[in-house]
Each structure stands twice: as structure tokens, then as C-alpha cells.
Nanobody, 129 residues
């Protein structure tokens, strides 16, 4: 059974940093696409970063250069490091796991939420100006 649990959210001032954690069931990170998503009030859930089971990452243009995905395989944990937080980053952040796609022998992850089957409960990030 795949279980995901996020933590690390909070309220920070603009320009600050946070590191979000997502603890996954054993072998999930090594076998699935992992995605970080966020949903702001009144807006649709959007993908901000993905990571293939082989470690290749991809970021939405809106967060590129400020968000970094990493893992601690010994702890079955996926991280999202966020720097230079902006008020528009305020949202509930979710991690999710889904099946990867293949093309030309290379795996890749899509960023659409409906591509992901398993979801955590989310962690709130609030950025004050």
C-alpha cells in the first residue's frame, strides 16, 4: 500500500525559505514518478516539480530556480526546498506518486495531477508580504 505524508509547511515572510518533506512507503520513490503539487484558494491544483524514479527532475517555469527536489533514500523521504518565497507561493502543498511514461527508452513524468494515483494529505505554506 502506498502512503505519503507531507510536513514542513508554515508561515514565513517573503524572501524566506522552507523545506517540505514527504515520507513515503518503502520502495515508492524508487518505483514511481514523484510529484510536488500546490493548490491555492480558489485555484486549480498545479504541478510544481516532478522526479522520475531515476532521479531526473523537472520544474514548472514559475518556480524554476527557487524550488529544488531531493531525496533521502535511507529515510524514504522526498524533499522540496523552496527559496525566495513569494506571497503567490501561498498554497497547500502535496506530494504524489504515479506511474512513469516511457519514450525512446527514457522514462519521464507528467505534471498533470490526474497522472498521479497516490496523494498525501498536504501541508500549508503561507507567505506574508
Amino acid at each position: 500500500q502506498v502512503q505519503l505524508a507531507e510536513s514542513g509547511g508554515g508561515t514565513v515572510q517573503a524572501g524566506g525559505s522552507l523545506r517540505l518533506s514527504c515520507v513515503a512507503s518503502v520502495n515508492v520513490i524508487s518505483n514511481y514518478c514523484m510529484g510536488w503539487f500546490r493548490q491555492a484558494p480558489g485555484k486549480e491544483r498545479e504541478g510544481v516539480a516532478t522526479r522520475t524514479q531515476y532521479g531526473r527532475t523537472n520544474y514548472a517555469d514559475s518556480v524554476s530556480g527557487r524550488f529544488t527536489v531531493s531525496t533521502d533514500n535511507a529515510r524514504n523521504t522526498l524533499y522540496l526546498q523552496i527559496h525566495n518565497l513569494k506571497p503567490e507561493d501561498t498554497a497547500i502543498y502535496y506530494c504524489a506518486a504515479g506511474n512513469s511514461r516511457w519514450a525512446g527508452g527514457i522514462s519521464y513524468c507528467l505534471s498533470a495531477p490526474n497522472e498521479y494515483t497516490y496523494w498525501g494529505q498536504g501541508t500549508q505554506v503561507t507567505v506574508s508580504s
